[in-house]
């Protein structure tokens, strides 16, 4: 097939699909990070999201519980981090770390009886227009109702940091927790519903994939999408639609890479396999060097530990 | 009398120690690359495995084994721990398995489709997956409106490579107009990037998809795309009731029973056996109704002149990508030229990954 219009439509929808688990989990992280916690167990949340997903797809055969359940076990699990550093003031690095060796680790131990089942089909909305309308059919129909949930909340998330008041309080938590605290806010309450949050949106990214990406549970499926997704935050500047721009163009490089290699072109495959870790690499090089960019949105006391005096 | 007590403690340790290495306590290791429950490649070898344990003899296995370092650290504990025969079923094992094995010269190794048989106690074993590539090739080329095959391979080894070259071939014959488009996707079982390469491959106009991987993401997507696609290693069917058109099935269970008795009655000698449809090593799942019933009638018909040596998958005149000539008119390839197949036939589109 040549390069027409349609079939950059068709490539275009593909490189949506595939960019969603990493949005929903850039979102998430972002404004955890805005609140000034640092957490590093994005992965392990992400795939504790999605054996919960596809564990209560099994079992209730119901769709709507096995994505609420998703975000539910990604709160849960998050309440073990924000426990340990807000309420114990352990170190978030140390702490973000082990929930996710302990996330992959206890999603393996209750897989285990859901390997090798066939997933349910996910619903689709407007299919139909998807075939009917040239180039922007596969670009906006057709798709889950998670990937326009997905593609709604970069916005979302821009509108309550920067507009709503709520906002302006997760942002002074996460600038100055001492400040805030001498404002009468309660920073610990504040970081603790940021975490929740971030869990919630970590959990739903790894149903994304258990359930409607590939359909199916296997150990270890994240695949590494959650570290991704944490370089994403920092590659955007704490932006929510640069984390939209970011995350489209990781997506794009993962499914262009298979698209080069069916047209035949010559390109070493390992070489295209690596380029998204390459292309993080290069952008916190280019980034750390521009340090007016970075300070413009970074939470100034992002993975600092916050004690309040009593 | 307490010395007394003392010596038969001793000599009991002694005689427990003994029945220990009787033939009652004779043990079968298996080393598999993904877990059991992979559907494919992997679930089975886990059925050839319960086939031995049913003939009363004692396994164990270790199962989503990375293929390295790691292996080689998982076959030596086999080893140590008193296991006299072991399996290790992934090509990607073969180094590890010859240098365990060269520790210890009492086990028995059988490597699954590699060619390494460095020492006395190492066997290899393999299946002619390729007869079954090559029904594949036949069907895909009847099956496809748009002529173009896509085909998701794993890594650029001699086994991937003659499976893409039997199915290509095979192909040929029944469609000249025919394309195979392959991307590598470097795994044998990632179902994130399976999916992913089998709709790149539907993307670009493939309209029948067939996979060396493991796990059943390219059924899945094909089912959902509403194309062609063909089970691997194992009956995939309810994993894609419309889109399977037929399952290559890998049956290790008769060697495996086979082999672990020989082992335990001390009659087991280094082989390198290669077994195909003929001894039902390879055989195939049920044909889709879809195909029509003529097809399918073609189809068992050249099933059973490559089980009987009639027809052979690599049969001349054969020409690589650049012309050249791989066999010759009215010969055969022979099973050295097959087993280090690593160019491209005729017809197959790109580079072979370095």
């Known amino acids: 097939m040549s390069l027409d219009i349609s079939f950059i439509g068709i490539l275009i929808g593909s490189i949506m699909a595939s960019s969603v688990p990493l949005i929903l989990a850039a979102s998430g992280e972002l404004i955890t990070e805005r609140s000034g916690v640092l957490n590093l167990g994005v992965e392990g949340m992400m795939i504790i999201g999605a054996i919960s997903g596809f564990a209560l797809m099994v079992i209730t055969d119901n769709l709507f519980i096995a994505i609420v359940g998703s975000m539910l076990s990604g709160v849960i699990i998050s309440i073990i981090f924000g426990f340990l550093t807000q309420s114990l003031l352990t170190n978030h690095v140390a702490t973000g770390l082990a929930l996710t060796i302990f996330g992959i680790g206890l999603s393996a131990m209750l897989g285990k009886n859901f390997v090798g089942i066939p997933g349910k089909e996910f619903p689709i909305l407007f299919s139909s227009l998807r075939e009917s309308i040239p180039f922007f059919g596969p670009i906006l129909f057709g798709h889950s109702i998670v990937l326009y949930f997905a593609f709604a909340l970069p916005f979302l998330t821009n509108y309550f940091l920067k507009k709503t008041k709520l906002g302006l309080v997760v942002r002074a938590v996460g600038d100055s927790p001492v400040s805030a605290t001498n404002q009468g806010i309660n920073v610990i309450l504040v970081r603790y519903c940021c975490i929740l949050y971030g869990g919630a949106m970590c959990g739903l990214a790894g149903a994304y994939l258990s359930l409607i990406y590939t359909p199916q549970w296997i150990e270890n499926m994240t695949a590494g999408r959650g570290w991704i997704a944490l370089a994403l935050v920092v590659f955007a500047t704490w932006s929510p639609i640069k984390v939209l721009i970011g995350a489209l163009i990781f997506g794009g490089i993962t499914i262009l890479q298979l698209h080069m290699q069916a047209i035949g072109f010559r390109i070493p495959v390992q070489f295209l396999s690596a380029l998204p870790y390459l292309m993080t690499i290069i952008v916190l090089v280019v980034i750390s060097r521009d340090s007016r960019k970075i300070k413009l949105n970074t939470p100034t006391s992002l993975g600092r530990i916050f004690y309040k005096e009593k | ?354």
């Not at chain 2, 086939?51 to 990375?66: L, N």
């Not at chain 2, 991307?183 to 067939?210: H, N, R, S």
């Not at chain 2, 795309?225 to 194992?234: D, E, Y």
Request: no cysteine; glycine share 10%; net charge negative.
């Open chain 2, 1 to 354: 009398m307490y010395k007394n007590f003392f010596k038969y403690l001793i000599s009991a340790i002694f005689l427990l120690g003994f029945s220990v290495n009787s033939n009652a306590d004779f043990k079968v290791g298996f080393v598999y690359v993904g877990p059991t429950g992979d559907h494919g490649w992997t679930f089975q070898h886990h059925e050839g495995r319960n086939a031995v344990e049913a003939a009363g003899i004692k396994t164990t296995f270790v199962e989503s084994v990375p293929e390295g370092a790691d292996a080689e650290r998982v076959i030596r504990q086999l080893a140590q721990s008193g296991h006299d025969l072991i399996f290790t079923t992934s090509f990607g094992y073969m180094d590890p398995t010859n240098k365990v094995a060269k520790d210890f010269p009492n086990v028995k190794f059988e490597h699954a489709t590699g060619y390494k048989r460095e020492h006395s106690n190492v066997s290899t074993y393999s299946a002619r997956f390729y007869e079954g590539r090559t029904l594949l090739g036949h069907i895909a080329g009847k099956m496809t409106k748009t002529n173009t095959i896509g085909y998701i391979a794993s890594f650029p080894i001699p086994e991937v490579i003659r499976g893409i070259n039997a199915m290509t071939l095979a192909a040929q014959k029944v469609n000249p107009n025919i394309k195979t488009k392959i991307v590598w996707v470097f795994t044998w079982y990632d179902p994130g990037k399976e999916a992913e390469a089998a709709q790149a491959l539907i993307d670009q106009g493939a309209d029948v998809i067939m996979q060396h991987t493991d796990s059943t993401a390219p059924v899945q997507t094909a089912e959902k795309a509403g194309v062609w696609s063909f089970g691997q290693a194992s009956d995939m069917q309810r994993f894609a009731p419309k889109s399977i058109l037929t399952s290559i099935i890998d049956d290790w269970a008769p060697y495996y029973v086979e082999r672990a008795i020989a082992a335990r009655d001390g009659t087991w000698n280094q082989q390198d056996t290669w077994h195909g449809l003929k001894e039902g090593m390879v055989a195939m799942g049920p044909y889709n109704s879809a195909m029509g019933a003529d097809l399918v009638k073609e189809v068992e018909q050249l099933q059973k002149d490559l089980a009987s040596g009639k027809v052979h998958s690599f049969t001349g005149p054969i020409y690589d990508q650049k012309g050249n000539i791989l066999v010759a008119e009215g010969k055969v390839a022979d099973d050295g030229m097959l087993a280090g197949m690593s160019v491209y036939v005729k017809g197959v589109e790109g580079d072979i990954p370095k």
